[in-house]
T-cell receptor, first 115, second 109 residues
Framework: DAGVIQSPRHEVTEMGQEVTLRCKPISGHNSLFWYRQTMMRGLELLIYFNNNVPIDDSGMPEDRFSAKMPNASFSTLKIQPSEPRDSAVYFC?????????????FGPGTRLTVL | GENVEQHPSTLSVQEGDSAVIKCTYSDSASNYFPWYKQELGKGPQLIID?????GEKKDQRIAVTLNKTAKHFSLHITETQPEDSAVYFC????????FGTGTSLTVIP
């Protein structure tokens, strides 16, 4: 199994540009999570999906952030417009089951730099 | 909401010694407590977890203890090795999922 796949691995963009991060969960997993990691705030859960349906998006910082999961094998996290304070490592994770009692498998992350 | 505090933020030990990382949580509804290890440039990886109906769990050199009354849980690594050097995160799950702030562990050969 290839594990959770994220693309791109690195993204450098200018303030105001749209950024789209992509994730392919492990086949057969029905829950998908988006996290943001910064030195200041640590690991933050942004949103998670169960069976392609958003369950909890209370961690999404503001309306500039949006996430979709059109099918069981693909999800996107979009930032529009991007700002320098969005610079962080964004992780996607998947699990078999929901939030409780289930190991989450993390992807390698996307390092986003907004200039 | 949940508040997970983790201590210490950095920890250095000599190879072969033990390392202990402690976490406290605030939400009494939390009932699942995983520990993740994150190596440089990689995503976190689960190393051990414990559920609220268990007080202690051990897996080779790694053990976790849980005190639900006091709302704290700890990670114990014995006979530390250089490859144990990483950042370790505790987490608590109830109605939400919160990570602790992380502990950077360095094992000195």
């Amino acid at each position: 199994d290839a594990g959770v796949i994220q693309s791109p691995r690195h993204e450098v963009t200018e303030m105001g540009q749209e950024v789209t991060l992509r994730c392919k969960p492990i086949s057969g997993h029905n829950s998908l999570f988006w996290y943001r990691q910064t030195m200041m705030r640590g690991l933050e859960l942004l949103i998670y999906f169960n069976n392609n349906v958003p369950i909890d998006d209370s961690g999404m910082p503001e309306d500039r952030f949006s996430a979709k999961m059109p099918n069981a094998s693909f999800s996107t996290l979009k930032i529009q417009p991007s700002e320098p304070r969005d610079s962080a490592v964004y992780f996607c994770a998947s699990s078999l089951g929901g939030l409780l009692y289930n190991e989450q498998f993390f992807g390698p992350g996307t390092r986003l730099t907004v200039l | 909401g949940e508040n997970v505090e983790q201590h210490p933020s950095t920890l250095s030990v000599q190879e072969g010694d033990s390392a202990v990382i402690k976490c406290t949580y605030s939400d009494s509804a939390s009932n699942y407590f995983p520990w993740y290890k994150q190596e440089l440039g990689k995503g976190p990886q689960l190393i051990i977890d414990i559920r609220s109906n268990v007080g202690e769990k051990k897996d080779q050199r790694i053990a976790v203890t849980l005190n639900k009354t006091a709302k704290h849980f700890s990670l114990h690594i014995t006979e530390t090795q250089p490859e144990d050097s990483a950042v370790y995160f505790c987490a608590a799950t109830g109605n939400q999922f919160y990570f602790g702030t992380g502990t950077s562990l360095t094992v000195i050969p």
